[in-house]
Structures are given as structure tokens and as C-alpha cells.
């Protein structure tokens, strides 16, 4: 199914509170638009808030002007003007806070789902989720202007969700149903008839939450997007250079003014709900401040004064959309597990992960981008995330597990998690890299107020059973009501005389093993809390790790998917690693599985994705895929494969791949003096030569990882020309490899014996013609390997008749007499064959009687290596010789699929003649042979529906 026409967005901004964050999530953003998800033609933005606090009202006038900054300079403007936004169709993805499940945010946030009509193949994270919906289901029918979405919920949107765009002006807001329970905890709108919003409110009372309520009884939440027109827009943009507003952006910043921290929807919207009164709104405060500071209460006082004036007249509307659903990501580690989990279903999901027993997930259970080794068993409604592990392990029910290696899966042996939240981290403190893991209760709360505990026990009880003290998480002087979980400093970071691990925090569930070294090695270890630790953790080398563990799966699924020959596309993968860097991995695996099976068909399929991603690399340039393929440079590795010797085929194939993508990397080695990886495992090096296999200089890469995927550009690796060069002699490769594995059809003709007609009773075979209404040559390799295929065609007579056939008999002459003509009566050519040299030219398409001759071959009635004659044969077999006569009324090249069906009646007459007969199955494995005996093209697809007659 075609995906439906999305927005052509002008820009997509990401906002981000920390500054180090910048550079990595603008690269996650150029990843997706490689990936196709955002249209190439976007600008894209990631953008450091002001300030760490400014609120989502703050971040969305500051990347507002920076996109308007853009745009104006795009558009040959010396300064910001607000006449870029015009046209323009603006994209605002807030990041928000920290979240306790995710390194990289609510937005990285990975989820059980995979899109199998993805182009490329990736995990799905919550921002993708949430750039489909408003690319494909909100976006979709609104006019130019600013589209607002957070990125810390779950949306559900139907295909049509049925926003009416009609006349509209001013700004909107989505709203979701909600029921009034989740409301005490929520935001709602409140609406007249016509769908203006009069009023916003947030843990609104028992009474105010009922007037919000719709006729069946659910309540339109503050789902987090919001649409401004670019009238409205434009006034949001003018406040930039308004005190004290102008503290929201980095304009305001870096010209010293006081940050203020804005509610998107407290503040800038709320002040246009018909209901609010100035007086109301200006002594208001948003949900995001706390009470007490009358400074701050003051400072908002006066930002709130500068709204109302600029958006006070500008109508806001609201569309309830109630096929919808709205789920906010809470930091409740079991609200959390129960978006990843599908609790009550028979089995587990696993989502871009390979598992070598099945078995063990547990019902319920998410295991998503993981390589799971050994018997690892993992508990009902758990979730495994980003974890490569080798068994035994156990792991219970109710358990977040992530950010885990085989380093630390024995850490893992022996016990048995349950209710428990345990993560690895990669961080970077003073300017060193390093590992940190991290482990919590589900049960725990992450408020600052209120009971804290720690473990699912209380912290009384926890100093009990660990022999940890008050002091050792707090300073004494820290007040009582800042001691709980998110300032306790209980998270070792270094350690004076080794490596950490989670050991170093799984400890804790059973302190009274060790006799107190642990609790003593904990308290020798610099630690953090988790507050602390948020500022330290490396993004950059979170996601480069998680990509990195992607692959190495990846390769583990091509690899099964290849030897099993499983009928799934491997194209989405080849453009992930291609996209991404880790080409070179898959190049690898790709030899490695062609050279190490016995079939010739697993191997075909492999050298056909070697070509791909080849072809892949040359990102549309360098000609087409189709094209000679027989440089004299590739006769030696096709002549392996001719011979049988898949191993050394493969390789040479390696070798000279490696030397043709090394040509054009040598001159810019020259250039610029570096040292170059190439694709098969050489390396160039200045003044050297190309050597397979030999020691590589590790390639600097854009962001740290565990080495196996690296960004290097195409035009290092090879020209485009000769990458596409280069796959058209893979391809050639694996057309030899496909020859051979059909060929093995012969093994699959089976007949039966019965009654030899008589010398002189002709046999009749006669069959319809075939039409195709589509998919013409898509069922045939390579074409069919990732891309799929199917025909659809249909059996037709032509005037009444069915148009192709033959006829044999047997003859008391020990010769072949051979005729073919227009029709049954009508024979224009005649051939008689009295010695096996008379046959020698069966395998040459355009030779007198090719077909006829090949068909006697493929039949088993005379074989052209054998010792005896040919008439020695024929009298030796069956007293005499044949007569074999085919015709088609149909012309020729018609593309009614003349060849592949005359073969098939002229093999159903000559085998009935010799006293055999070969079911359907048998006919067209017997035909699929005979086609790769006749000529190395790839047979059409065959319609069998003869009719033999004596």
C-alpha cells in the first residue's frame, strides 16, 4: 500500500535542554531524513534551549526565532523577518526533561514496534512514531504556519482524523479523550459549542473537570500539540524583542536578560481562552513554578502582560479527536513497562532481536534490539532493551533491563530479578569516557515530596539490610524534605582500583553474602546521584552503542534469513547499513555466508545483496544496474564459480572488488594523505598497494561506538561509475550461481512408467497462450530475492484454440526428424538428426531446432556425452527413432510466452511417446532445466495446462 502524501515541511527543529546534546541530536535528525521519514528538502534544526528551565512556552518562542532566523537568511535578509513565514510549514519537537527509562529522553525512547514497510530498516523509537503522525495523520490539510508537539507521550491518531481546516485562524490545539480520573492528574479543555476553548485547567477540581466532559462521560486532555497560523505566529515572534519576554530566546540571553521559564500552555495559549480574565490570567502562575518566589511570581507577571497584549485577540480553537489516545510517559517504572508490554498476550514480542531460545520469554514480555545468547529467561510484562547477554540468566517479572553487554552479563548469573529497574550508562566525566549502571525499584517514586523509597522498601529499611547510612547519600546539613531518591548519591562512577560493573549496585539485594566487601568497595567508589549524574551521561556514545548493537543483530537476521533461505527482504537492511556506515560489516557476512554453504541458490541470493548494496552505495549515480558484465578483470572468480568452487569464487570476487573501489580511493589517498578503509577488509595506504585481509587503520569516526560502524564517505570508497560497475559483475556472478541452482530442477522430474504407444500413433500436446496483466519478470532472481514478486496472468485461446503444441511419434528409423511451422498442418522447417553431431548446437538459442533438440536432452531419450551413437541408442532404448513436430499460430516475440510453453508441450509429447508421464510439478521443473540447458537467461514464468491427447 502506497503511503499516503505527507507535509513538505520548510523545518523541523528539535529543541534540547542540554548544549552537549546539540551536535548529536541534529544527526539523529539527518539519520531519519536519509531514511526518508523527513523530506529531503528540509531544513533541520536541533536547538539548546536558553537555558536549562525556560519551560515549553520559552523553548517554542526560542526556536520559533531560530527558525525564522534561518529562513531569513536563506532568503537573502540581513535580519530576522517574520515575512519567511508565509509559506512556510514549521515543525517544533520539544525534548523535555530528563527520563529516568532513557538516556536520550521520552523522544529516543525505543518501542516494541517494527514498520515493515519502512524503506529502511531501524528501530522505532517515540519520535518517529510522533514525526509519522504529524507528517501523515494531524499535518496533513492545515495551512502554512507552526505545528508545537512534545515529545513526552504516546499518540494514537486514526488515518483520518477528521480536523476540518475550513476558514481557520488563530491557533489550535489537539485534545484527546481521557477519563476524569486521569484528568485530576492532567490538564482539559473546556469549550463552547463551536470548538473555542474557554478556559485550561490543570488538576482542575471535581466540578471544573465535569464542565469539560463530552456526552460520553470522557474528558479532551492537553495532548502536548498545538498549531499556530502564521498570523499568530508572527504576533508569538514579535514578543521576541519584548522585555521580559525576550529572556525566552538566546538573543534575550546573550544580551544578559533574567531567563523566564514560560508554560506553552499555561501562558502563551491560556491567555487566549475566551473565559481567562487579564486580572486571572496576570496573577496566575503555570503548573511548571512552584510557589514562594514572588521575585519569579513578579518577573512572570510582567512576561504574562506582554502575551496578553500581542495574542489576546488571536481565536483558539480546539479539535477533539475521539478515535484518538493520549498517554503521557510518567516516570512510573510500571506505567512505564505496561506501554512496552501487552499484558494478557500468549507470547513475547521481539522486535529487532535475534534469541536463541524463544522459549524462555515470558507472556507479555518486550525484548527490543537485542542479542540474547543462551538460556536467557525473562520474566511476564519485563522488557529487555539494548542488551547483548549470554546465558543462564534470569530475569523476573516486572523488570527493566538495559544498556547491558556480555561483560556484564555474568554479573547477572545466579540471580533472579524481580520489580527492578537496572540500567547501564555511558558517561563522560571530566573528559573520560566510561561506563556507570544504575539500579532502582519499580516501585519507587521519583517525586520530590512524600515518602521516599528505595528498592521497593522504604529507606529505614533499606539502611537496615545494606548497612548504608543517611550520610553516606546526603550531607548532614542537606534539609530532610531534599533527601530522596533523585539527590542520594548511591551510583558509583569510578572506583580506585578497577573497572565497575553492576555488580556494584546488585549487591544490594543481598548484602549478607560477601561479608561486608561489597558495602566496603561501594563506599570507596566515587558516586553520584541521579541528578548529578543526567549533566555527565554521553548521548553521543548511547545511541552510537545502540547502533552499533542494531547491527551486529542485523548482521546475525541476514545471516539466518540467507542460510535458511527465508522468505523476507533484506533491501530495508542493505539501506541501513549503507545509510549508516556499517556497509562494510555487511560485505563481510554477505561473503562469508556465499562462500560457506553448499547451495548454489543461498549463494546467488547472497552475491545479489552484495551487488545491492553496491549498487546502494552509488546513491543513484554512476548508470544504470543493468549493463555488461564480463571485464576480463572478473574471468578468473567467474571461472571458480563455473568450476564449482564457491569458496575461492567468492573470495576472488572479494579481492577484485576490493581493487576496483580501491582505484579511486589511492588518488584521494595521494590528495589528502590519509589512510583509507576499503570495503572488503584492504587497506590503501600512500605509496602502497591494495591487500585483502591485511591489518586496517581503524577509521576516525563521528561519534564513538564499539567499532563496527563507521561513516565514511562514497566518494573514498570507489566513484559511482565503478561501484555500479562492480555490481553488474556481482550480478553476473550470481547468474552463474542461479544456472546451476536451476539446474538442479532435473532432480525434481519424476515420471511413471506406462504403455509405449505404438511406432507411427502420434502423441498430441497442445496448451493455451499466456497473457500478463502485470508483474512480468518480478517472480525471477535477483530481481525476487529482496523485492518479492508475483504475476498475474491468465491462460487464453485464440480463436477457440489453444494456440502452441506439438506431436511425436515413434519411427522405425533410429534418427530424430525435427519440424517446426505456424500451425499443426503447416511445418516450414524440417531437420533430421543422424548423429550426435547433429546435436552439438542444442544449447545455442538461435540455432535450426534448438528447442527441439534440447528437449530430446532434457527428456532423457539421448544424451550427446555418451559413448554410443546416436542410432545405437535410439535402437537400443526404443527399436527406432522419433518425429517431433511443434507450432504456435501466434507471432513471434508476441510476449504470449511462446518459448517457455512450446517447451513444455514439446517435452509432454516427447516423454507420453516414450512411454512416461510426468505430472504438472514434474513438467515444469523439466522446463525450468530445459530453459537453462537452451540459454543462460532466466526462464518466464510458465503456465502449465496441457492438453496431451494420443
Known sequence: MEQPKGVDWTVVILTCQYKDSVEVFQRELEVRQKREQIPAGTLLLAVEDPETRVGSGGATLNALLVAAEHLSARAGFTVVTSDVLHSARILILHMGRDFPFDDCGRAFTCLPVENPRAPVEATVCNLDCLLDTMSYRLGPGSPPGVWVCSTDMLLSVPLDPGISWDGFQGAR??????????????????????????????????????????????????????????????????????????????????????????????????????????????????????????????????????????????????????????????????????????????????????????????????????????????????????????????????????????????????????????????????????????????????????????????????????????????????????????????????????????????????????????????????????????????????????????????????????????????????????????????????????????????????????????????????????????????????????????????????????????????????????HLVILGGGNVERGGAVTAGSQVPKPRQSSPSLGLCATIPPFLLGRPALLVRAARHYEGAGQILIRQAVMSAQHFVCSEPVELPAPGQWVVAECPARVDFSGGWSDTPPLAYELGGAVVGMAVRVDGRRPIGARARRILEPDLWLAMGPRQDEMAMKIVCRSLDDLQDYCQPHAPGALLKAAFICAGIVSVHSKLSLREQLLHTFGGGFELHTWSELPHGSGLGTSSILAGTALAALQRAAGRMVGTEALIHAVLHLEQVLTTAQPPPIIVMTHISL
Open 173 to 674: 490545539v489537539i485534545a484527546f479523550p481521557g477519563s476524569t480520573a486521569y484528568a485530576r492528574n492532567h490538564g482539559v479543555y473546556l469549550t463552547d459549542p463551536q470548538g473555542f476553548v474557554l478556559d485550561i485547567y490543570y488538576r482542575g477540581t471535581e466540578a471544573e473537570i465535569r464542565r469539560c466532559a463530552k456526552p460520553d462521560g470522557r474528558v479532551p486532555l492537553v495532548s502536548g500539540v498545538a498549531f499556530f497560523s502564521v498570523e499568530t505566529a508572527e504576533h508569538l515572534l514579535a514578543t521576541h524583542v519584548s522585555p521580559p519576554l525576550d529572556a525566552c530566546t538566546y538573543m534575550g540571553v546573550d544580551s544578559g536578560a533574567q531567563p523566564v521559564q514560560l508554560s506553552l500552555f499555561f501562558d502563551i495559549l491560556l491567555c487566549m481562552a475566551r473565559n481567562v480574565s487579564r486580572e486571572d490570567f496576570l496573577a496566575g502562575r503555570p503548573p511548571e513554578i512552584g510557589q514562594g518566589d514572588t521575585d519569579v511570581a513578579g518577573y512572570l507577571q510582567s512576561a504574562r502582560a506582554e502575551l496578553w497584549r500581542e495574542l489576546r485577540d488571536q481565536p483558539l480553537t480546539m479539535a477533539y479527536i475521539p478515535d484518538g489516545s493520549y498517554s503521557y510517559m510518567t516516570s512510573s517504572a510500571s506505567e512505564f513497562l505496561h506501554s512496552l508490554t501487552s499484558p494478557g498476550a500468549p507470547g513475547a514480542q521481539v522486535v529487532y532481536s535475534q534469541v536463541e531460545e524463544l522459549q524462555l520469554l515470558g507472556a507479555g514480555s518486550s525484548v527490543i534490539s537485542c542479542l540474547l545468547e543462551g538460556p536467557v529467561r525473562l520474566g511476564p510484562g519485563s522488557v529487555l532493551q539494548h542488551c547483548h547477554l549470554q546465558g543462564p540468566i534470569h530475569i523476573g517479572a516486572g523488570c527493566f533491563v538495559s544498556g547491558l553487554d556480555t561483560t556484564q552479563s555474568k554479573a547477572l548469573h545466579g540471580l533472579e530479578l524481580r520489580d527492578l529497574v537496572l540500567q547501564g550508562h555511558h558517561m563522560r566525566l571530566r573528559g573520560t569516557p566510561g561506563r556507570v549502571f544504575t539500579l532502582f525499584g519499580c516501585l519507587d517514586s521519583w517525586e520530590r515530596q512524600g515518602t521516599g523509597t528505595y528498592l521497593n522498601m522504604s529507606w529505614s529499611k533499606f539502611f537496615q539490610k545494606t548497612g548504608i547510612r543517611n550520610w553516606d547519600l546526603w550531607d548532614p546539613d542537606t534539609p530532610p524534605a531534599e533527601r530522596h531518591l533523585l539527590s542520594a548519591r548511591l551510583f558509583p562512577v569510578l572506583h580506585p582500583s578497577r573497572a565497575l560493573g553492576p555488580q556494584d549496585m546488585l549487591w544490594m539485594l543481598d548484602p549478607q553474602e560477601d561479608g561486608g566487601k561489597a558495602l566496603w568497595a561501594w563506599r570507596a567508589s566515587w558516586r553520584l546521584s541521579w541528578e548529578q549524574l543526567q549533566p555527565c551521561l554521553d548521548r553521543a556514545a548511547t545511541l552510537a552503542s545502540r547502533r552499533d548493537l542494531f547491527f551486529r543483530q542485523a548482521l546475525r537476521k541476514a545471516r539466518h534469513v540467507l542460510q535458511v533461505q527465508q522468505d523476507l527482504s533484506l533491501r530495508p537492511l542493505i539501506r541501513a547499513a549503507v545509510s549508516e556506515g556499517c556497509a562494510g560489516p555487511l560485505l563481510a557476512t554477505l561473503d562469508q555466508v556465499a562462500a560457506g554453504t553448499g547451495d548454489p541458490g543461498v549463494a546467488a541470493r547472497a552475491l545479489a545483496c552484495v551487488a545491492d548494496v553496491l549498487g546502494c552505495w552509488a546513491e543513484g549515480r554512476g548508470g544504470l544496474r543493468s549493463g555488461p558484465a564480463a571485464n576480463p578483470d572478473w574471468i578468473r572468480p567467474f571461472s571458480y564459480l563455473e568450476s564449482g568452487d564457491l569458496a575461492r569464487g567468492v573470495e576472488a570476487l572479494a579481492q577484485e572488488r576490493d581493487k576496483w573501489l580501491s582505484r579511486w580511493a589511492l588518488m584521494m589517498s595521494e590528495l589528502m594523505g590519509k
